[in-house]
Antibody, heavy 116, light 110 residues
Framework: QVQLVQSGAEVKKPGASVKLSCKAS????????MHWVRQAPGQGLEWMGI????????TYAQEFQGRITMTSDTSAATVYMELTSLTSEDRAVYYC?????????WGQGTTVTVSS | QSALTQPASVSGAPGQSITISCSGT?????????VSWYQQHPGKAPKLLIY???NRPSGVSNRFSGSKSGNTAYLTISGLQAEDEAHYYC??????????FGGGTELTVL
């Protein structure tokens, strides 16, 4: 069965960077794109970007341009999302989700806390 | 880009039907048949309910249905059950090859 297992919770200081991982199993990793979506406490879902695991082509939401990088390691069936220059506004649960036009399978989420 | 517009909340009694709207523009909802809907219970990851406007993934109840007219998409839930109480989000593909979510709708089953 398809599983997306994300890395553990992170606590970061303002101005720092965070790099999250999402390990896929149960399907051919290179056959499907992966999104990253975040959800601030009590708020809605926010699309961050998408990566093609083969070749690493990416499209990012304009809101994150310049401080987000998505990468893929096909040998480890894992995608990564790095977000830099963190502020309190980046406090959220971050999800990876497999799909292209939609989000079919979701990871369990990683909580990122930004606090001095 | 602003989020798609959904009502903040809707409610209905068990057994009734409700419809949630999702309004966008010709650059997203109106321009493509790539609207999807998600159900999210507190503390859980979202779950795909509808894709490509009106298609249900295997395992999703046929009480959930989707449609679209112009720049607005709709999710209808028939035969409301207590377990349907959750937040619902729409999403659309956009002209810039990005994706966009609605602000979310909280469904209360009375």
């Amino acid at each position: 069965q398809v599983q997306l297992v994300q890395s553990g919770a992170e606590v970061k200081k303002p101005g720092a960077s965070v790099k999250l991982s999402c390990k896929a199993s149960g399907y051919t990793f290179t056959a499907y794109y992966m999104h990253w979506v975040r959800q601030a406490p009590g708020q809605g879902l926010e699309w961050m970007g998408i990566i093609n695991p083969i070749g690493g082509d990416t499209t990012y939401a304009q809101e994150f341009q310049g401080r987000i990088t998505m990468t893929s390691d096909t040998s480890a069936a894992t995608v990564y999302m790095e977000l830099t220059s963190l502020t309190s506004e980046d406090r959220a649960v971050y999800y990876c989700a497999r799909g292209y036009y939609d989000f079919v399978y979701w990871g369990q989420g990683t909580t990122v806390t930004v606090s001095s | 880009q602003s989020a798609l517009t959904q009502p903040a909340s809707v409610s209905g009694a068990p057994g009734q039907s409700i419809t949630i709207s999702c309004s966008g523009t010709s650059s997203d909802v109106g321009g493509y048949n790539f609207v999807s809907w998600y159900q999210q219970h507190p503390g859980k990851a979202p779950k795909l309910l509808i894709y490509d406007v009106r298609n249900r993934p295997s395992g999703v109840s046929n009480r959930f249905s989707g449609s679209k007219s112009g720049n607005t998409a709709y999710l209808t839930i028939s035969g409301l059950q207590a377990e349907d109480e959750a937040h619902y989000y729409c999403s659309s593909y956009t002209v810039t090859n990005t994706r966009i979510f609605g602000g979310g709708t909280e469904l209360t089953v009375l």
